[in-house]
């Protein structure tokens, strides 16, 4: 597509609750990130995939975390039995292979916990 | 210490003046460095990349990179209402392909 996908754009979750996040990256686009980003923070690298390939997942919180892009296109970022500090807006960006490229970051999904 | 670390501002600066904005790094294996622009409510946008020492210049906003004092800079001319953002700095290590961001400096423009 023509730009970074993400869906849903916010979402409301109880405490306890699972909840799947979905990224869409740019066409071509090899390299996926997830990241968190707090109110007022900059955001947080959470996991990196280059192609299906998981190459990084050493920014994920906790073992409730969990990050698939299985056939090396669609990432969905997994949350399990969610927390009030899991609030945030997360952020998936895409970029082509290589050290020089920037990302290019979809609009995100503001999690909020009540 | 913090990986990339910014002024969190905010910085007010009169329309028309220049704005600059300052970025420190501590991994000194850093290959690639740049600087997004994010409105309130909005995700990061990518404004400029820079990977050797010195200036790089895209129309109003140029970047400095000076890699022996670690030290990232963006300015911006002629500063107009609409570049008031959080400006956020990023840093790719040189074997990693995450960038690290900063926690970003506001920057608001006084018409």
């Known amino acids: 597509g023509a730009g970074v996908s993400q869906s849903p754009r916010y979402k409301v979750a109880k405490r306890g609750q699972d909840v799947a996040l979905r990224c869409d990256p740019i066409s071509g686009h090899v390299s996926l990130f997830w990241y968190q980003q707090a109110l007022g923070q900059g955001p947080e690298f959470l996991t990196y995939?280059?192609?299906?390939?998981?190459?990084?997942k050493s920014g994920l919180p906790s073992d409730r975390f969990f990050a698939e892009r299985p056939e090396g296109s669609v990432s969905t970022l997994k949350i399990q039995r969610t927390q009030q500090e899991d609030s945030a807006v997360y952020l998936c960006a895409s970029s082509l292979r290589g050290q020089g490229y920037g990302y290019t970051f979809g609009s995100g999904t503001r999690l909020t916990v009540v | 210490q913090k990986e990339v670390e910014q002024n969190s501002g905010p910085l007010s600066v009169p329309e028309g003046a220049i704005a600059s904005l300052n970025c420190t790094y501590s991994d000194r294996g850093s290959q690639s460095f740049f600087w997004y622009r994010q409105y309130s409510g909005k995700s990061p946008e990518l404004i400029m990349s820079i990977y050797s020492n010195g200036d790089k210049e895209d129309g109003r906003f140029t970047a400095q990179l000076n890699k022996a004092s670690q030290y990232v800079s963006l300015l911006i001319r002629d500063s107009q209402p609409s570049d008031s953002a959080t400006y956020l700095c990023a840093v790719r290590g040189g074997a990693t392909n995450k960038l690290i961001f900063g926690t970003g400096t506001l920057l608001a423009v006084q018409p």
């Open positions: 995939f280059q192609n299906e390939a998981q190459l990084d």
